[in-house]
């Protein structure tokens, strides 16, 4: 069977989409990680053409990268239980012990912890990320709640395919705590962005954006929540479109 690349649209913002022609390497889904991969190997499987979708596709493989809660990756995790949809998350990887690795682990996707207290320094540890992220030989690496940047080496690697949700309508608000600072901006509108992910701090090319308004009322909880409401939904739709036929 053949791989599901990511759609026409992500080529065009840039995208590698060098997923497809990846072999699932020895981390498939649900198997403990390896020494060796066909991605470590360098050993490619030939580019078909994007645009067509061969009967039969797997479905594309994603790793979501999670620090938090984890909401969109439930969402997301459920979504893929429909073979339509055209996706499986493989592997959920984390900095730290957190809510999101529970709700993988319970679904009976495989988790790794990469904290960044267990190497020296920055870059080692964004090698160990990718290191980790490679062994499940991902599509698409999914960031929803990773609250932490990657750096040349993870992007090196996977640069072109990496997807970020973050709360607010960028380019207002970028960094670690967009809905604390647009509440204290005074800001009337918010929002969610998908972006791909670049070597700059919530500065990649935008795939998609939703609006919604700020109450008089509201405080970093609630405008959260409904952020959170408008945001899910459309990264499950985008990722439906960059993996799923027709695309
Ligand atoms: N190279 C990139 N990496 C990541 C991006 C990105 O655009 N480029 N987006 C993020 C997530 N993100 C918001 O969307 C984000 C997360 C964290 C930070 C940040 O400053 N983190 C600090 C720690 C902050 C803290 O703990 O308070 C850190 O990494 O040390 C900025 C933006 C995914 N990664
Ligand atoms: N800068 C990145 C950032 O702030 N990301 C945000 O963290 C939340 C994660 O929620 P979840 O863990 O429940 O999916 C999401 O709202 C996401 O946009």
């Known amino acids: 069977m053949t791989r599901r690349g990511v ?31 066909a991605e470590e190997a360098g050993d490619a499987v030939p580019a078909g053409p994007w645009d067509e979708e061969p009967e039969g596709a797997e479905p594309a493989a994603l790793v979501v990268l999670v620090s938090g809660t984890g909401s969109n990756l439930a969402a997301l995790i459920e979504a893929c239980e429909d073979p339509a949809y055209g996706a499986e998350v493989v592997g959920v990887v984390a900095d730290k012990e957190c809510a999101g690795l529970e709700r993988a682990r319970a679904a009976g996707i495989p988790t790794e912890v990469v904290a960044l207290a267990d190497y020296p320094d920055r870059a080692a540890w964004d090698e160990a990320l990718a290191r980790s992220v490679g062994g499940y030989v991902p599509d698409l690496v999914v960031c929803a709640g990773f609250m932490r940047l990657l750096g040349g080496a993870f992007l090196a690697r996977f640069g072109g395919r990496v997807l970020n949700t973050h709360p607010s309508l960028l380019p207002d608000f970028p960094g670690a705590h967009a809905v604390r600072d647009a509440l204290a901006a005074g800001a009337t509108r918010a929002g969610a962005t998908l972006f791909w992910v670049d070597a700059g701090v919530d500065t990649g090319k935008i795939i998609a954006q939703v609006e919604v308004p700020v109450l008089a009322d509201d405080d970093e909880a609630a405008l959260t929540e409904r952020i959170k409401a408008a945001e899910t939904p459309q990264l499950i739709e985008q990722i439906r479109l960059l993996v799923g036929p027709g695309r």
């Open 7 to 37: 759609s026409a649209a992500s080529q065009a913002a840039g995208s590698t989409a060098q997923g497809l022609r990846e072999r699932r390497g020895a981390h498939g889904a649900n198997s403990a990680h390896g020494a060796s991969s």
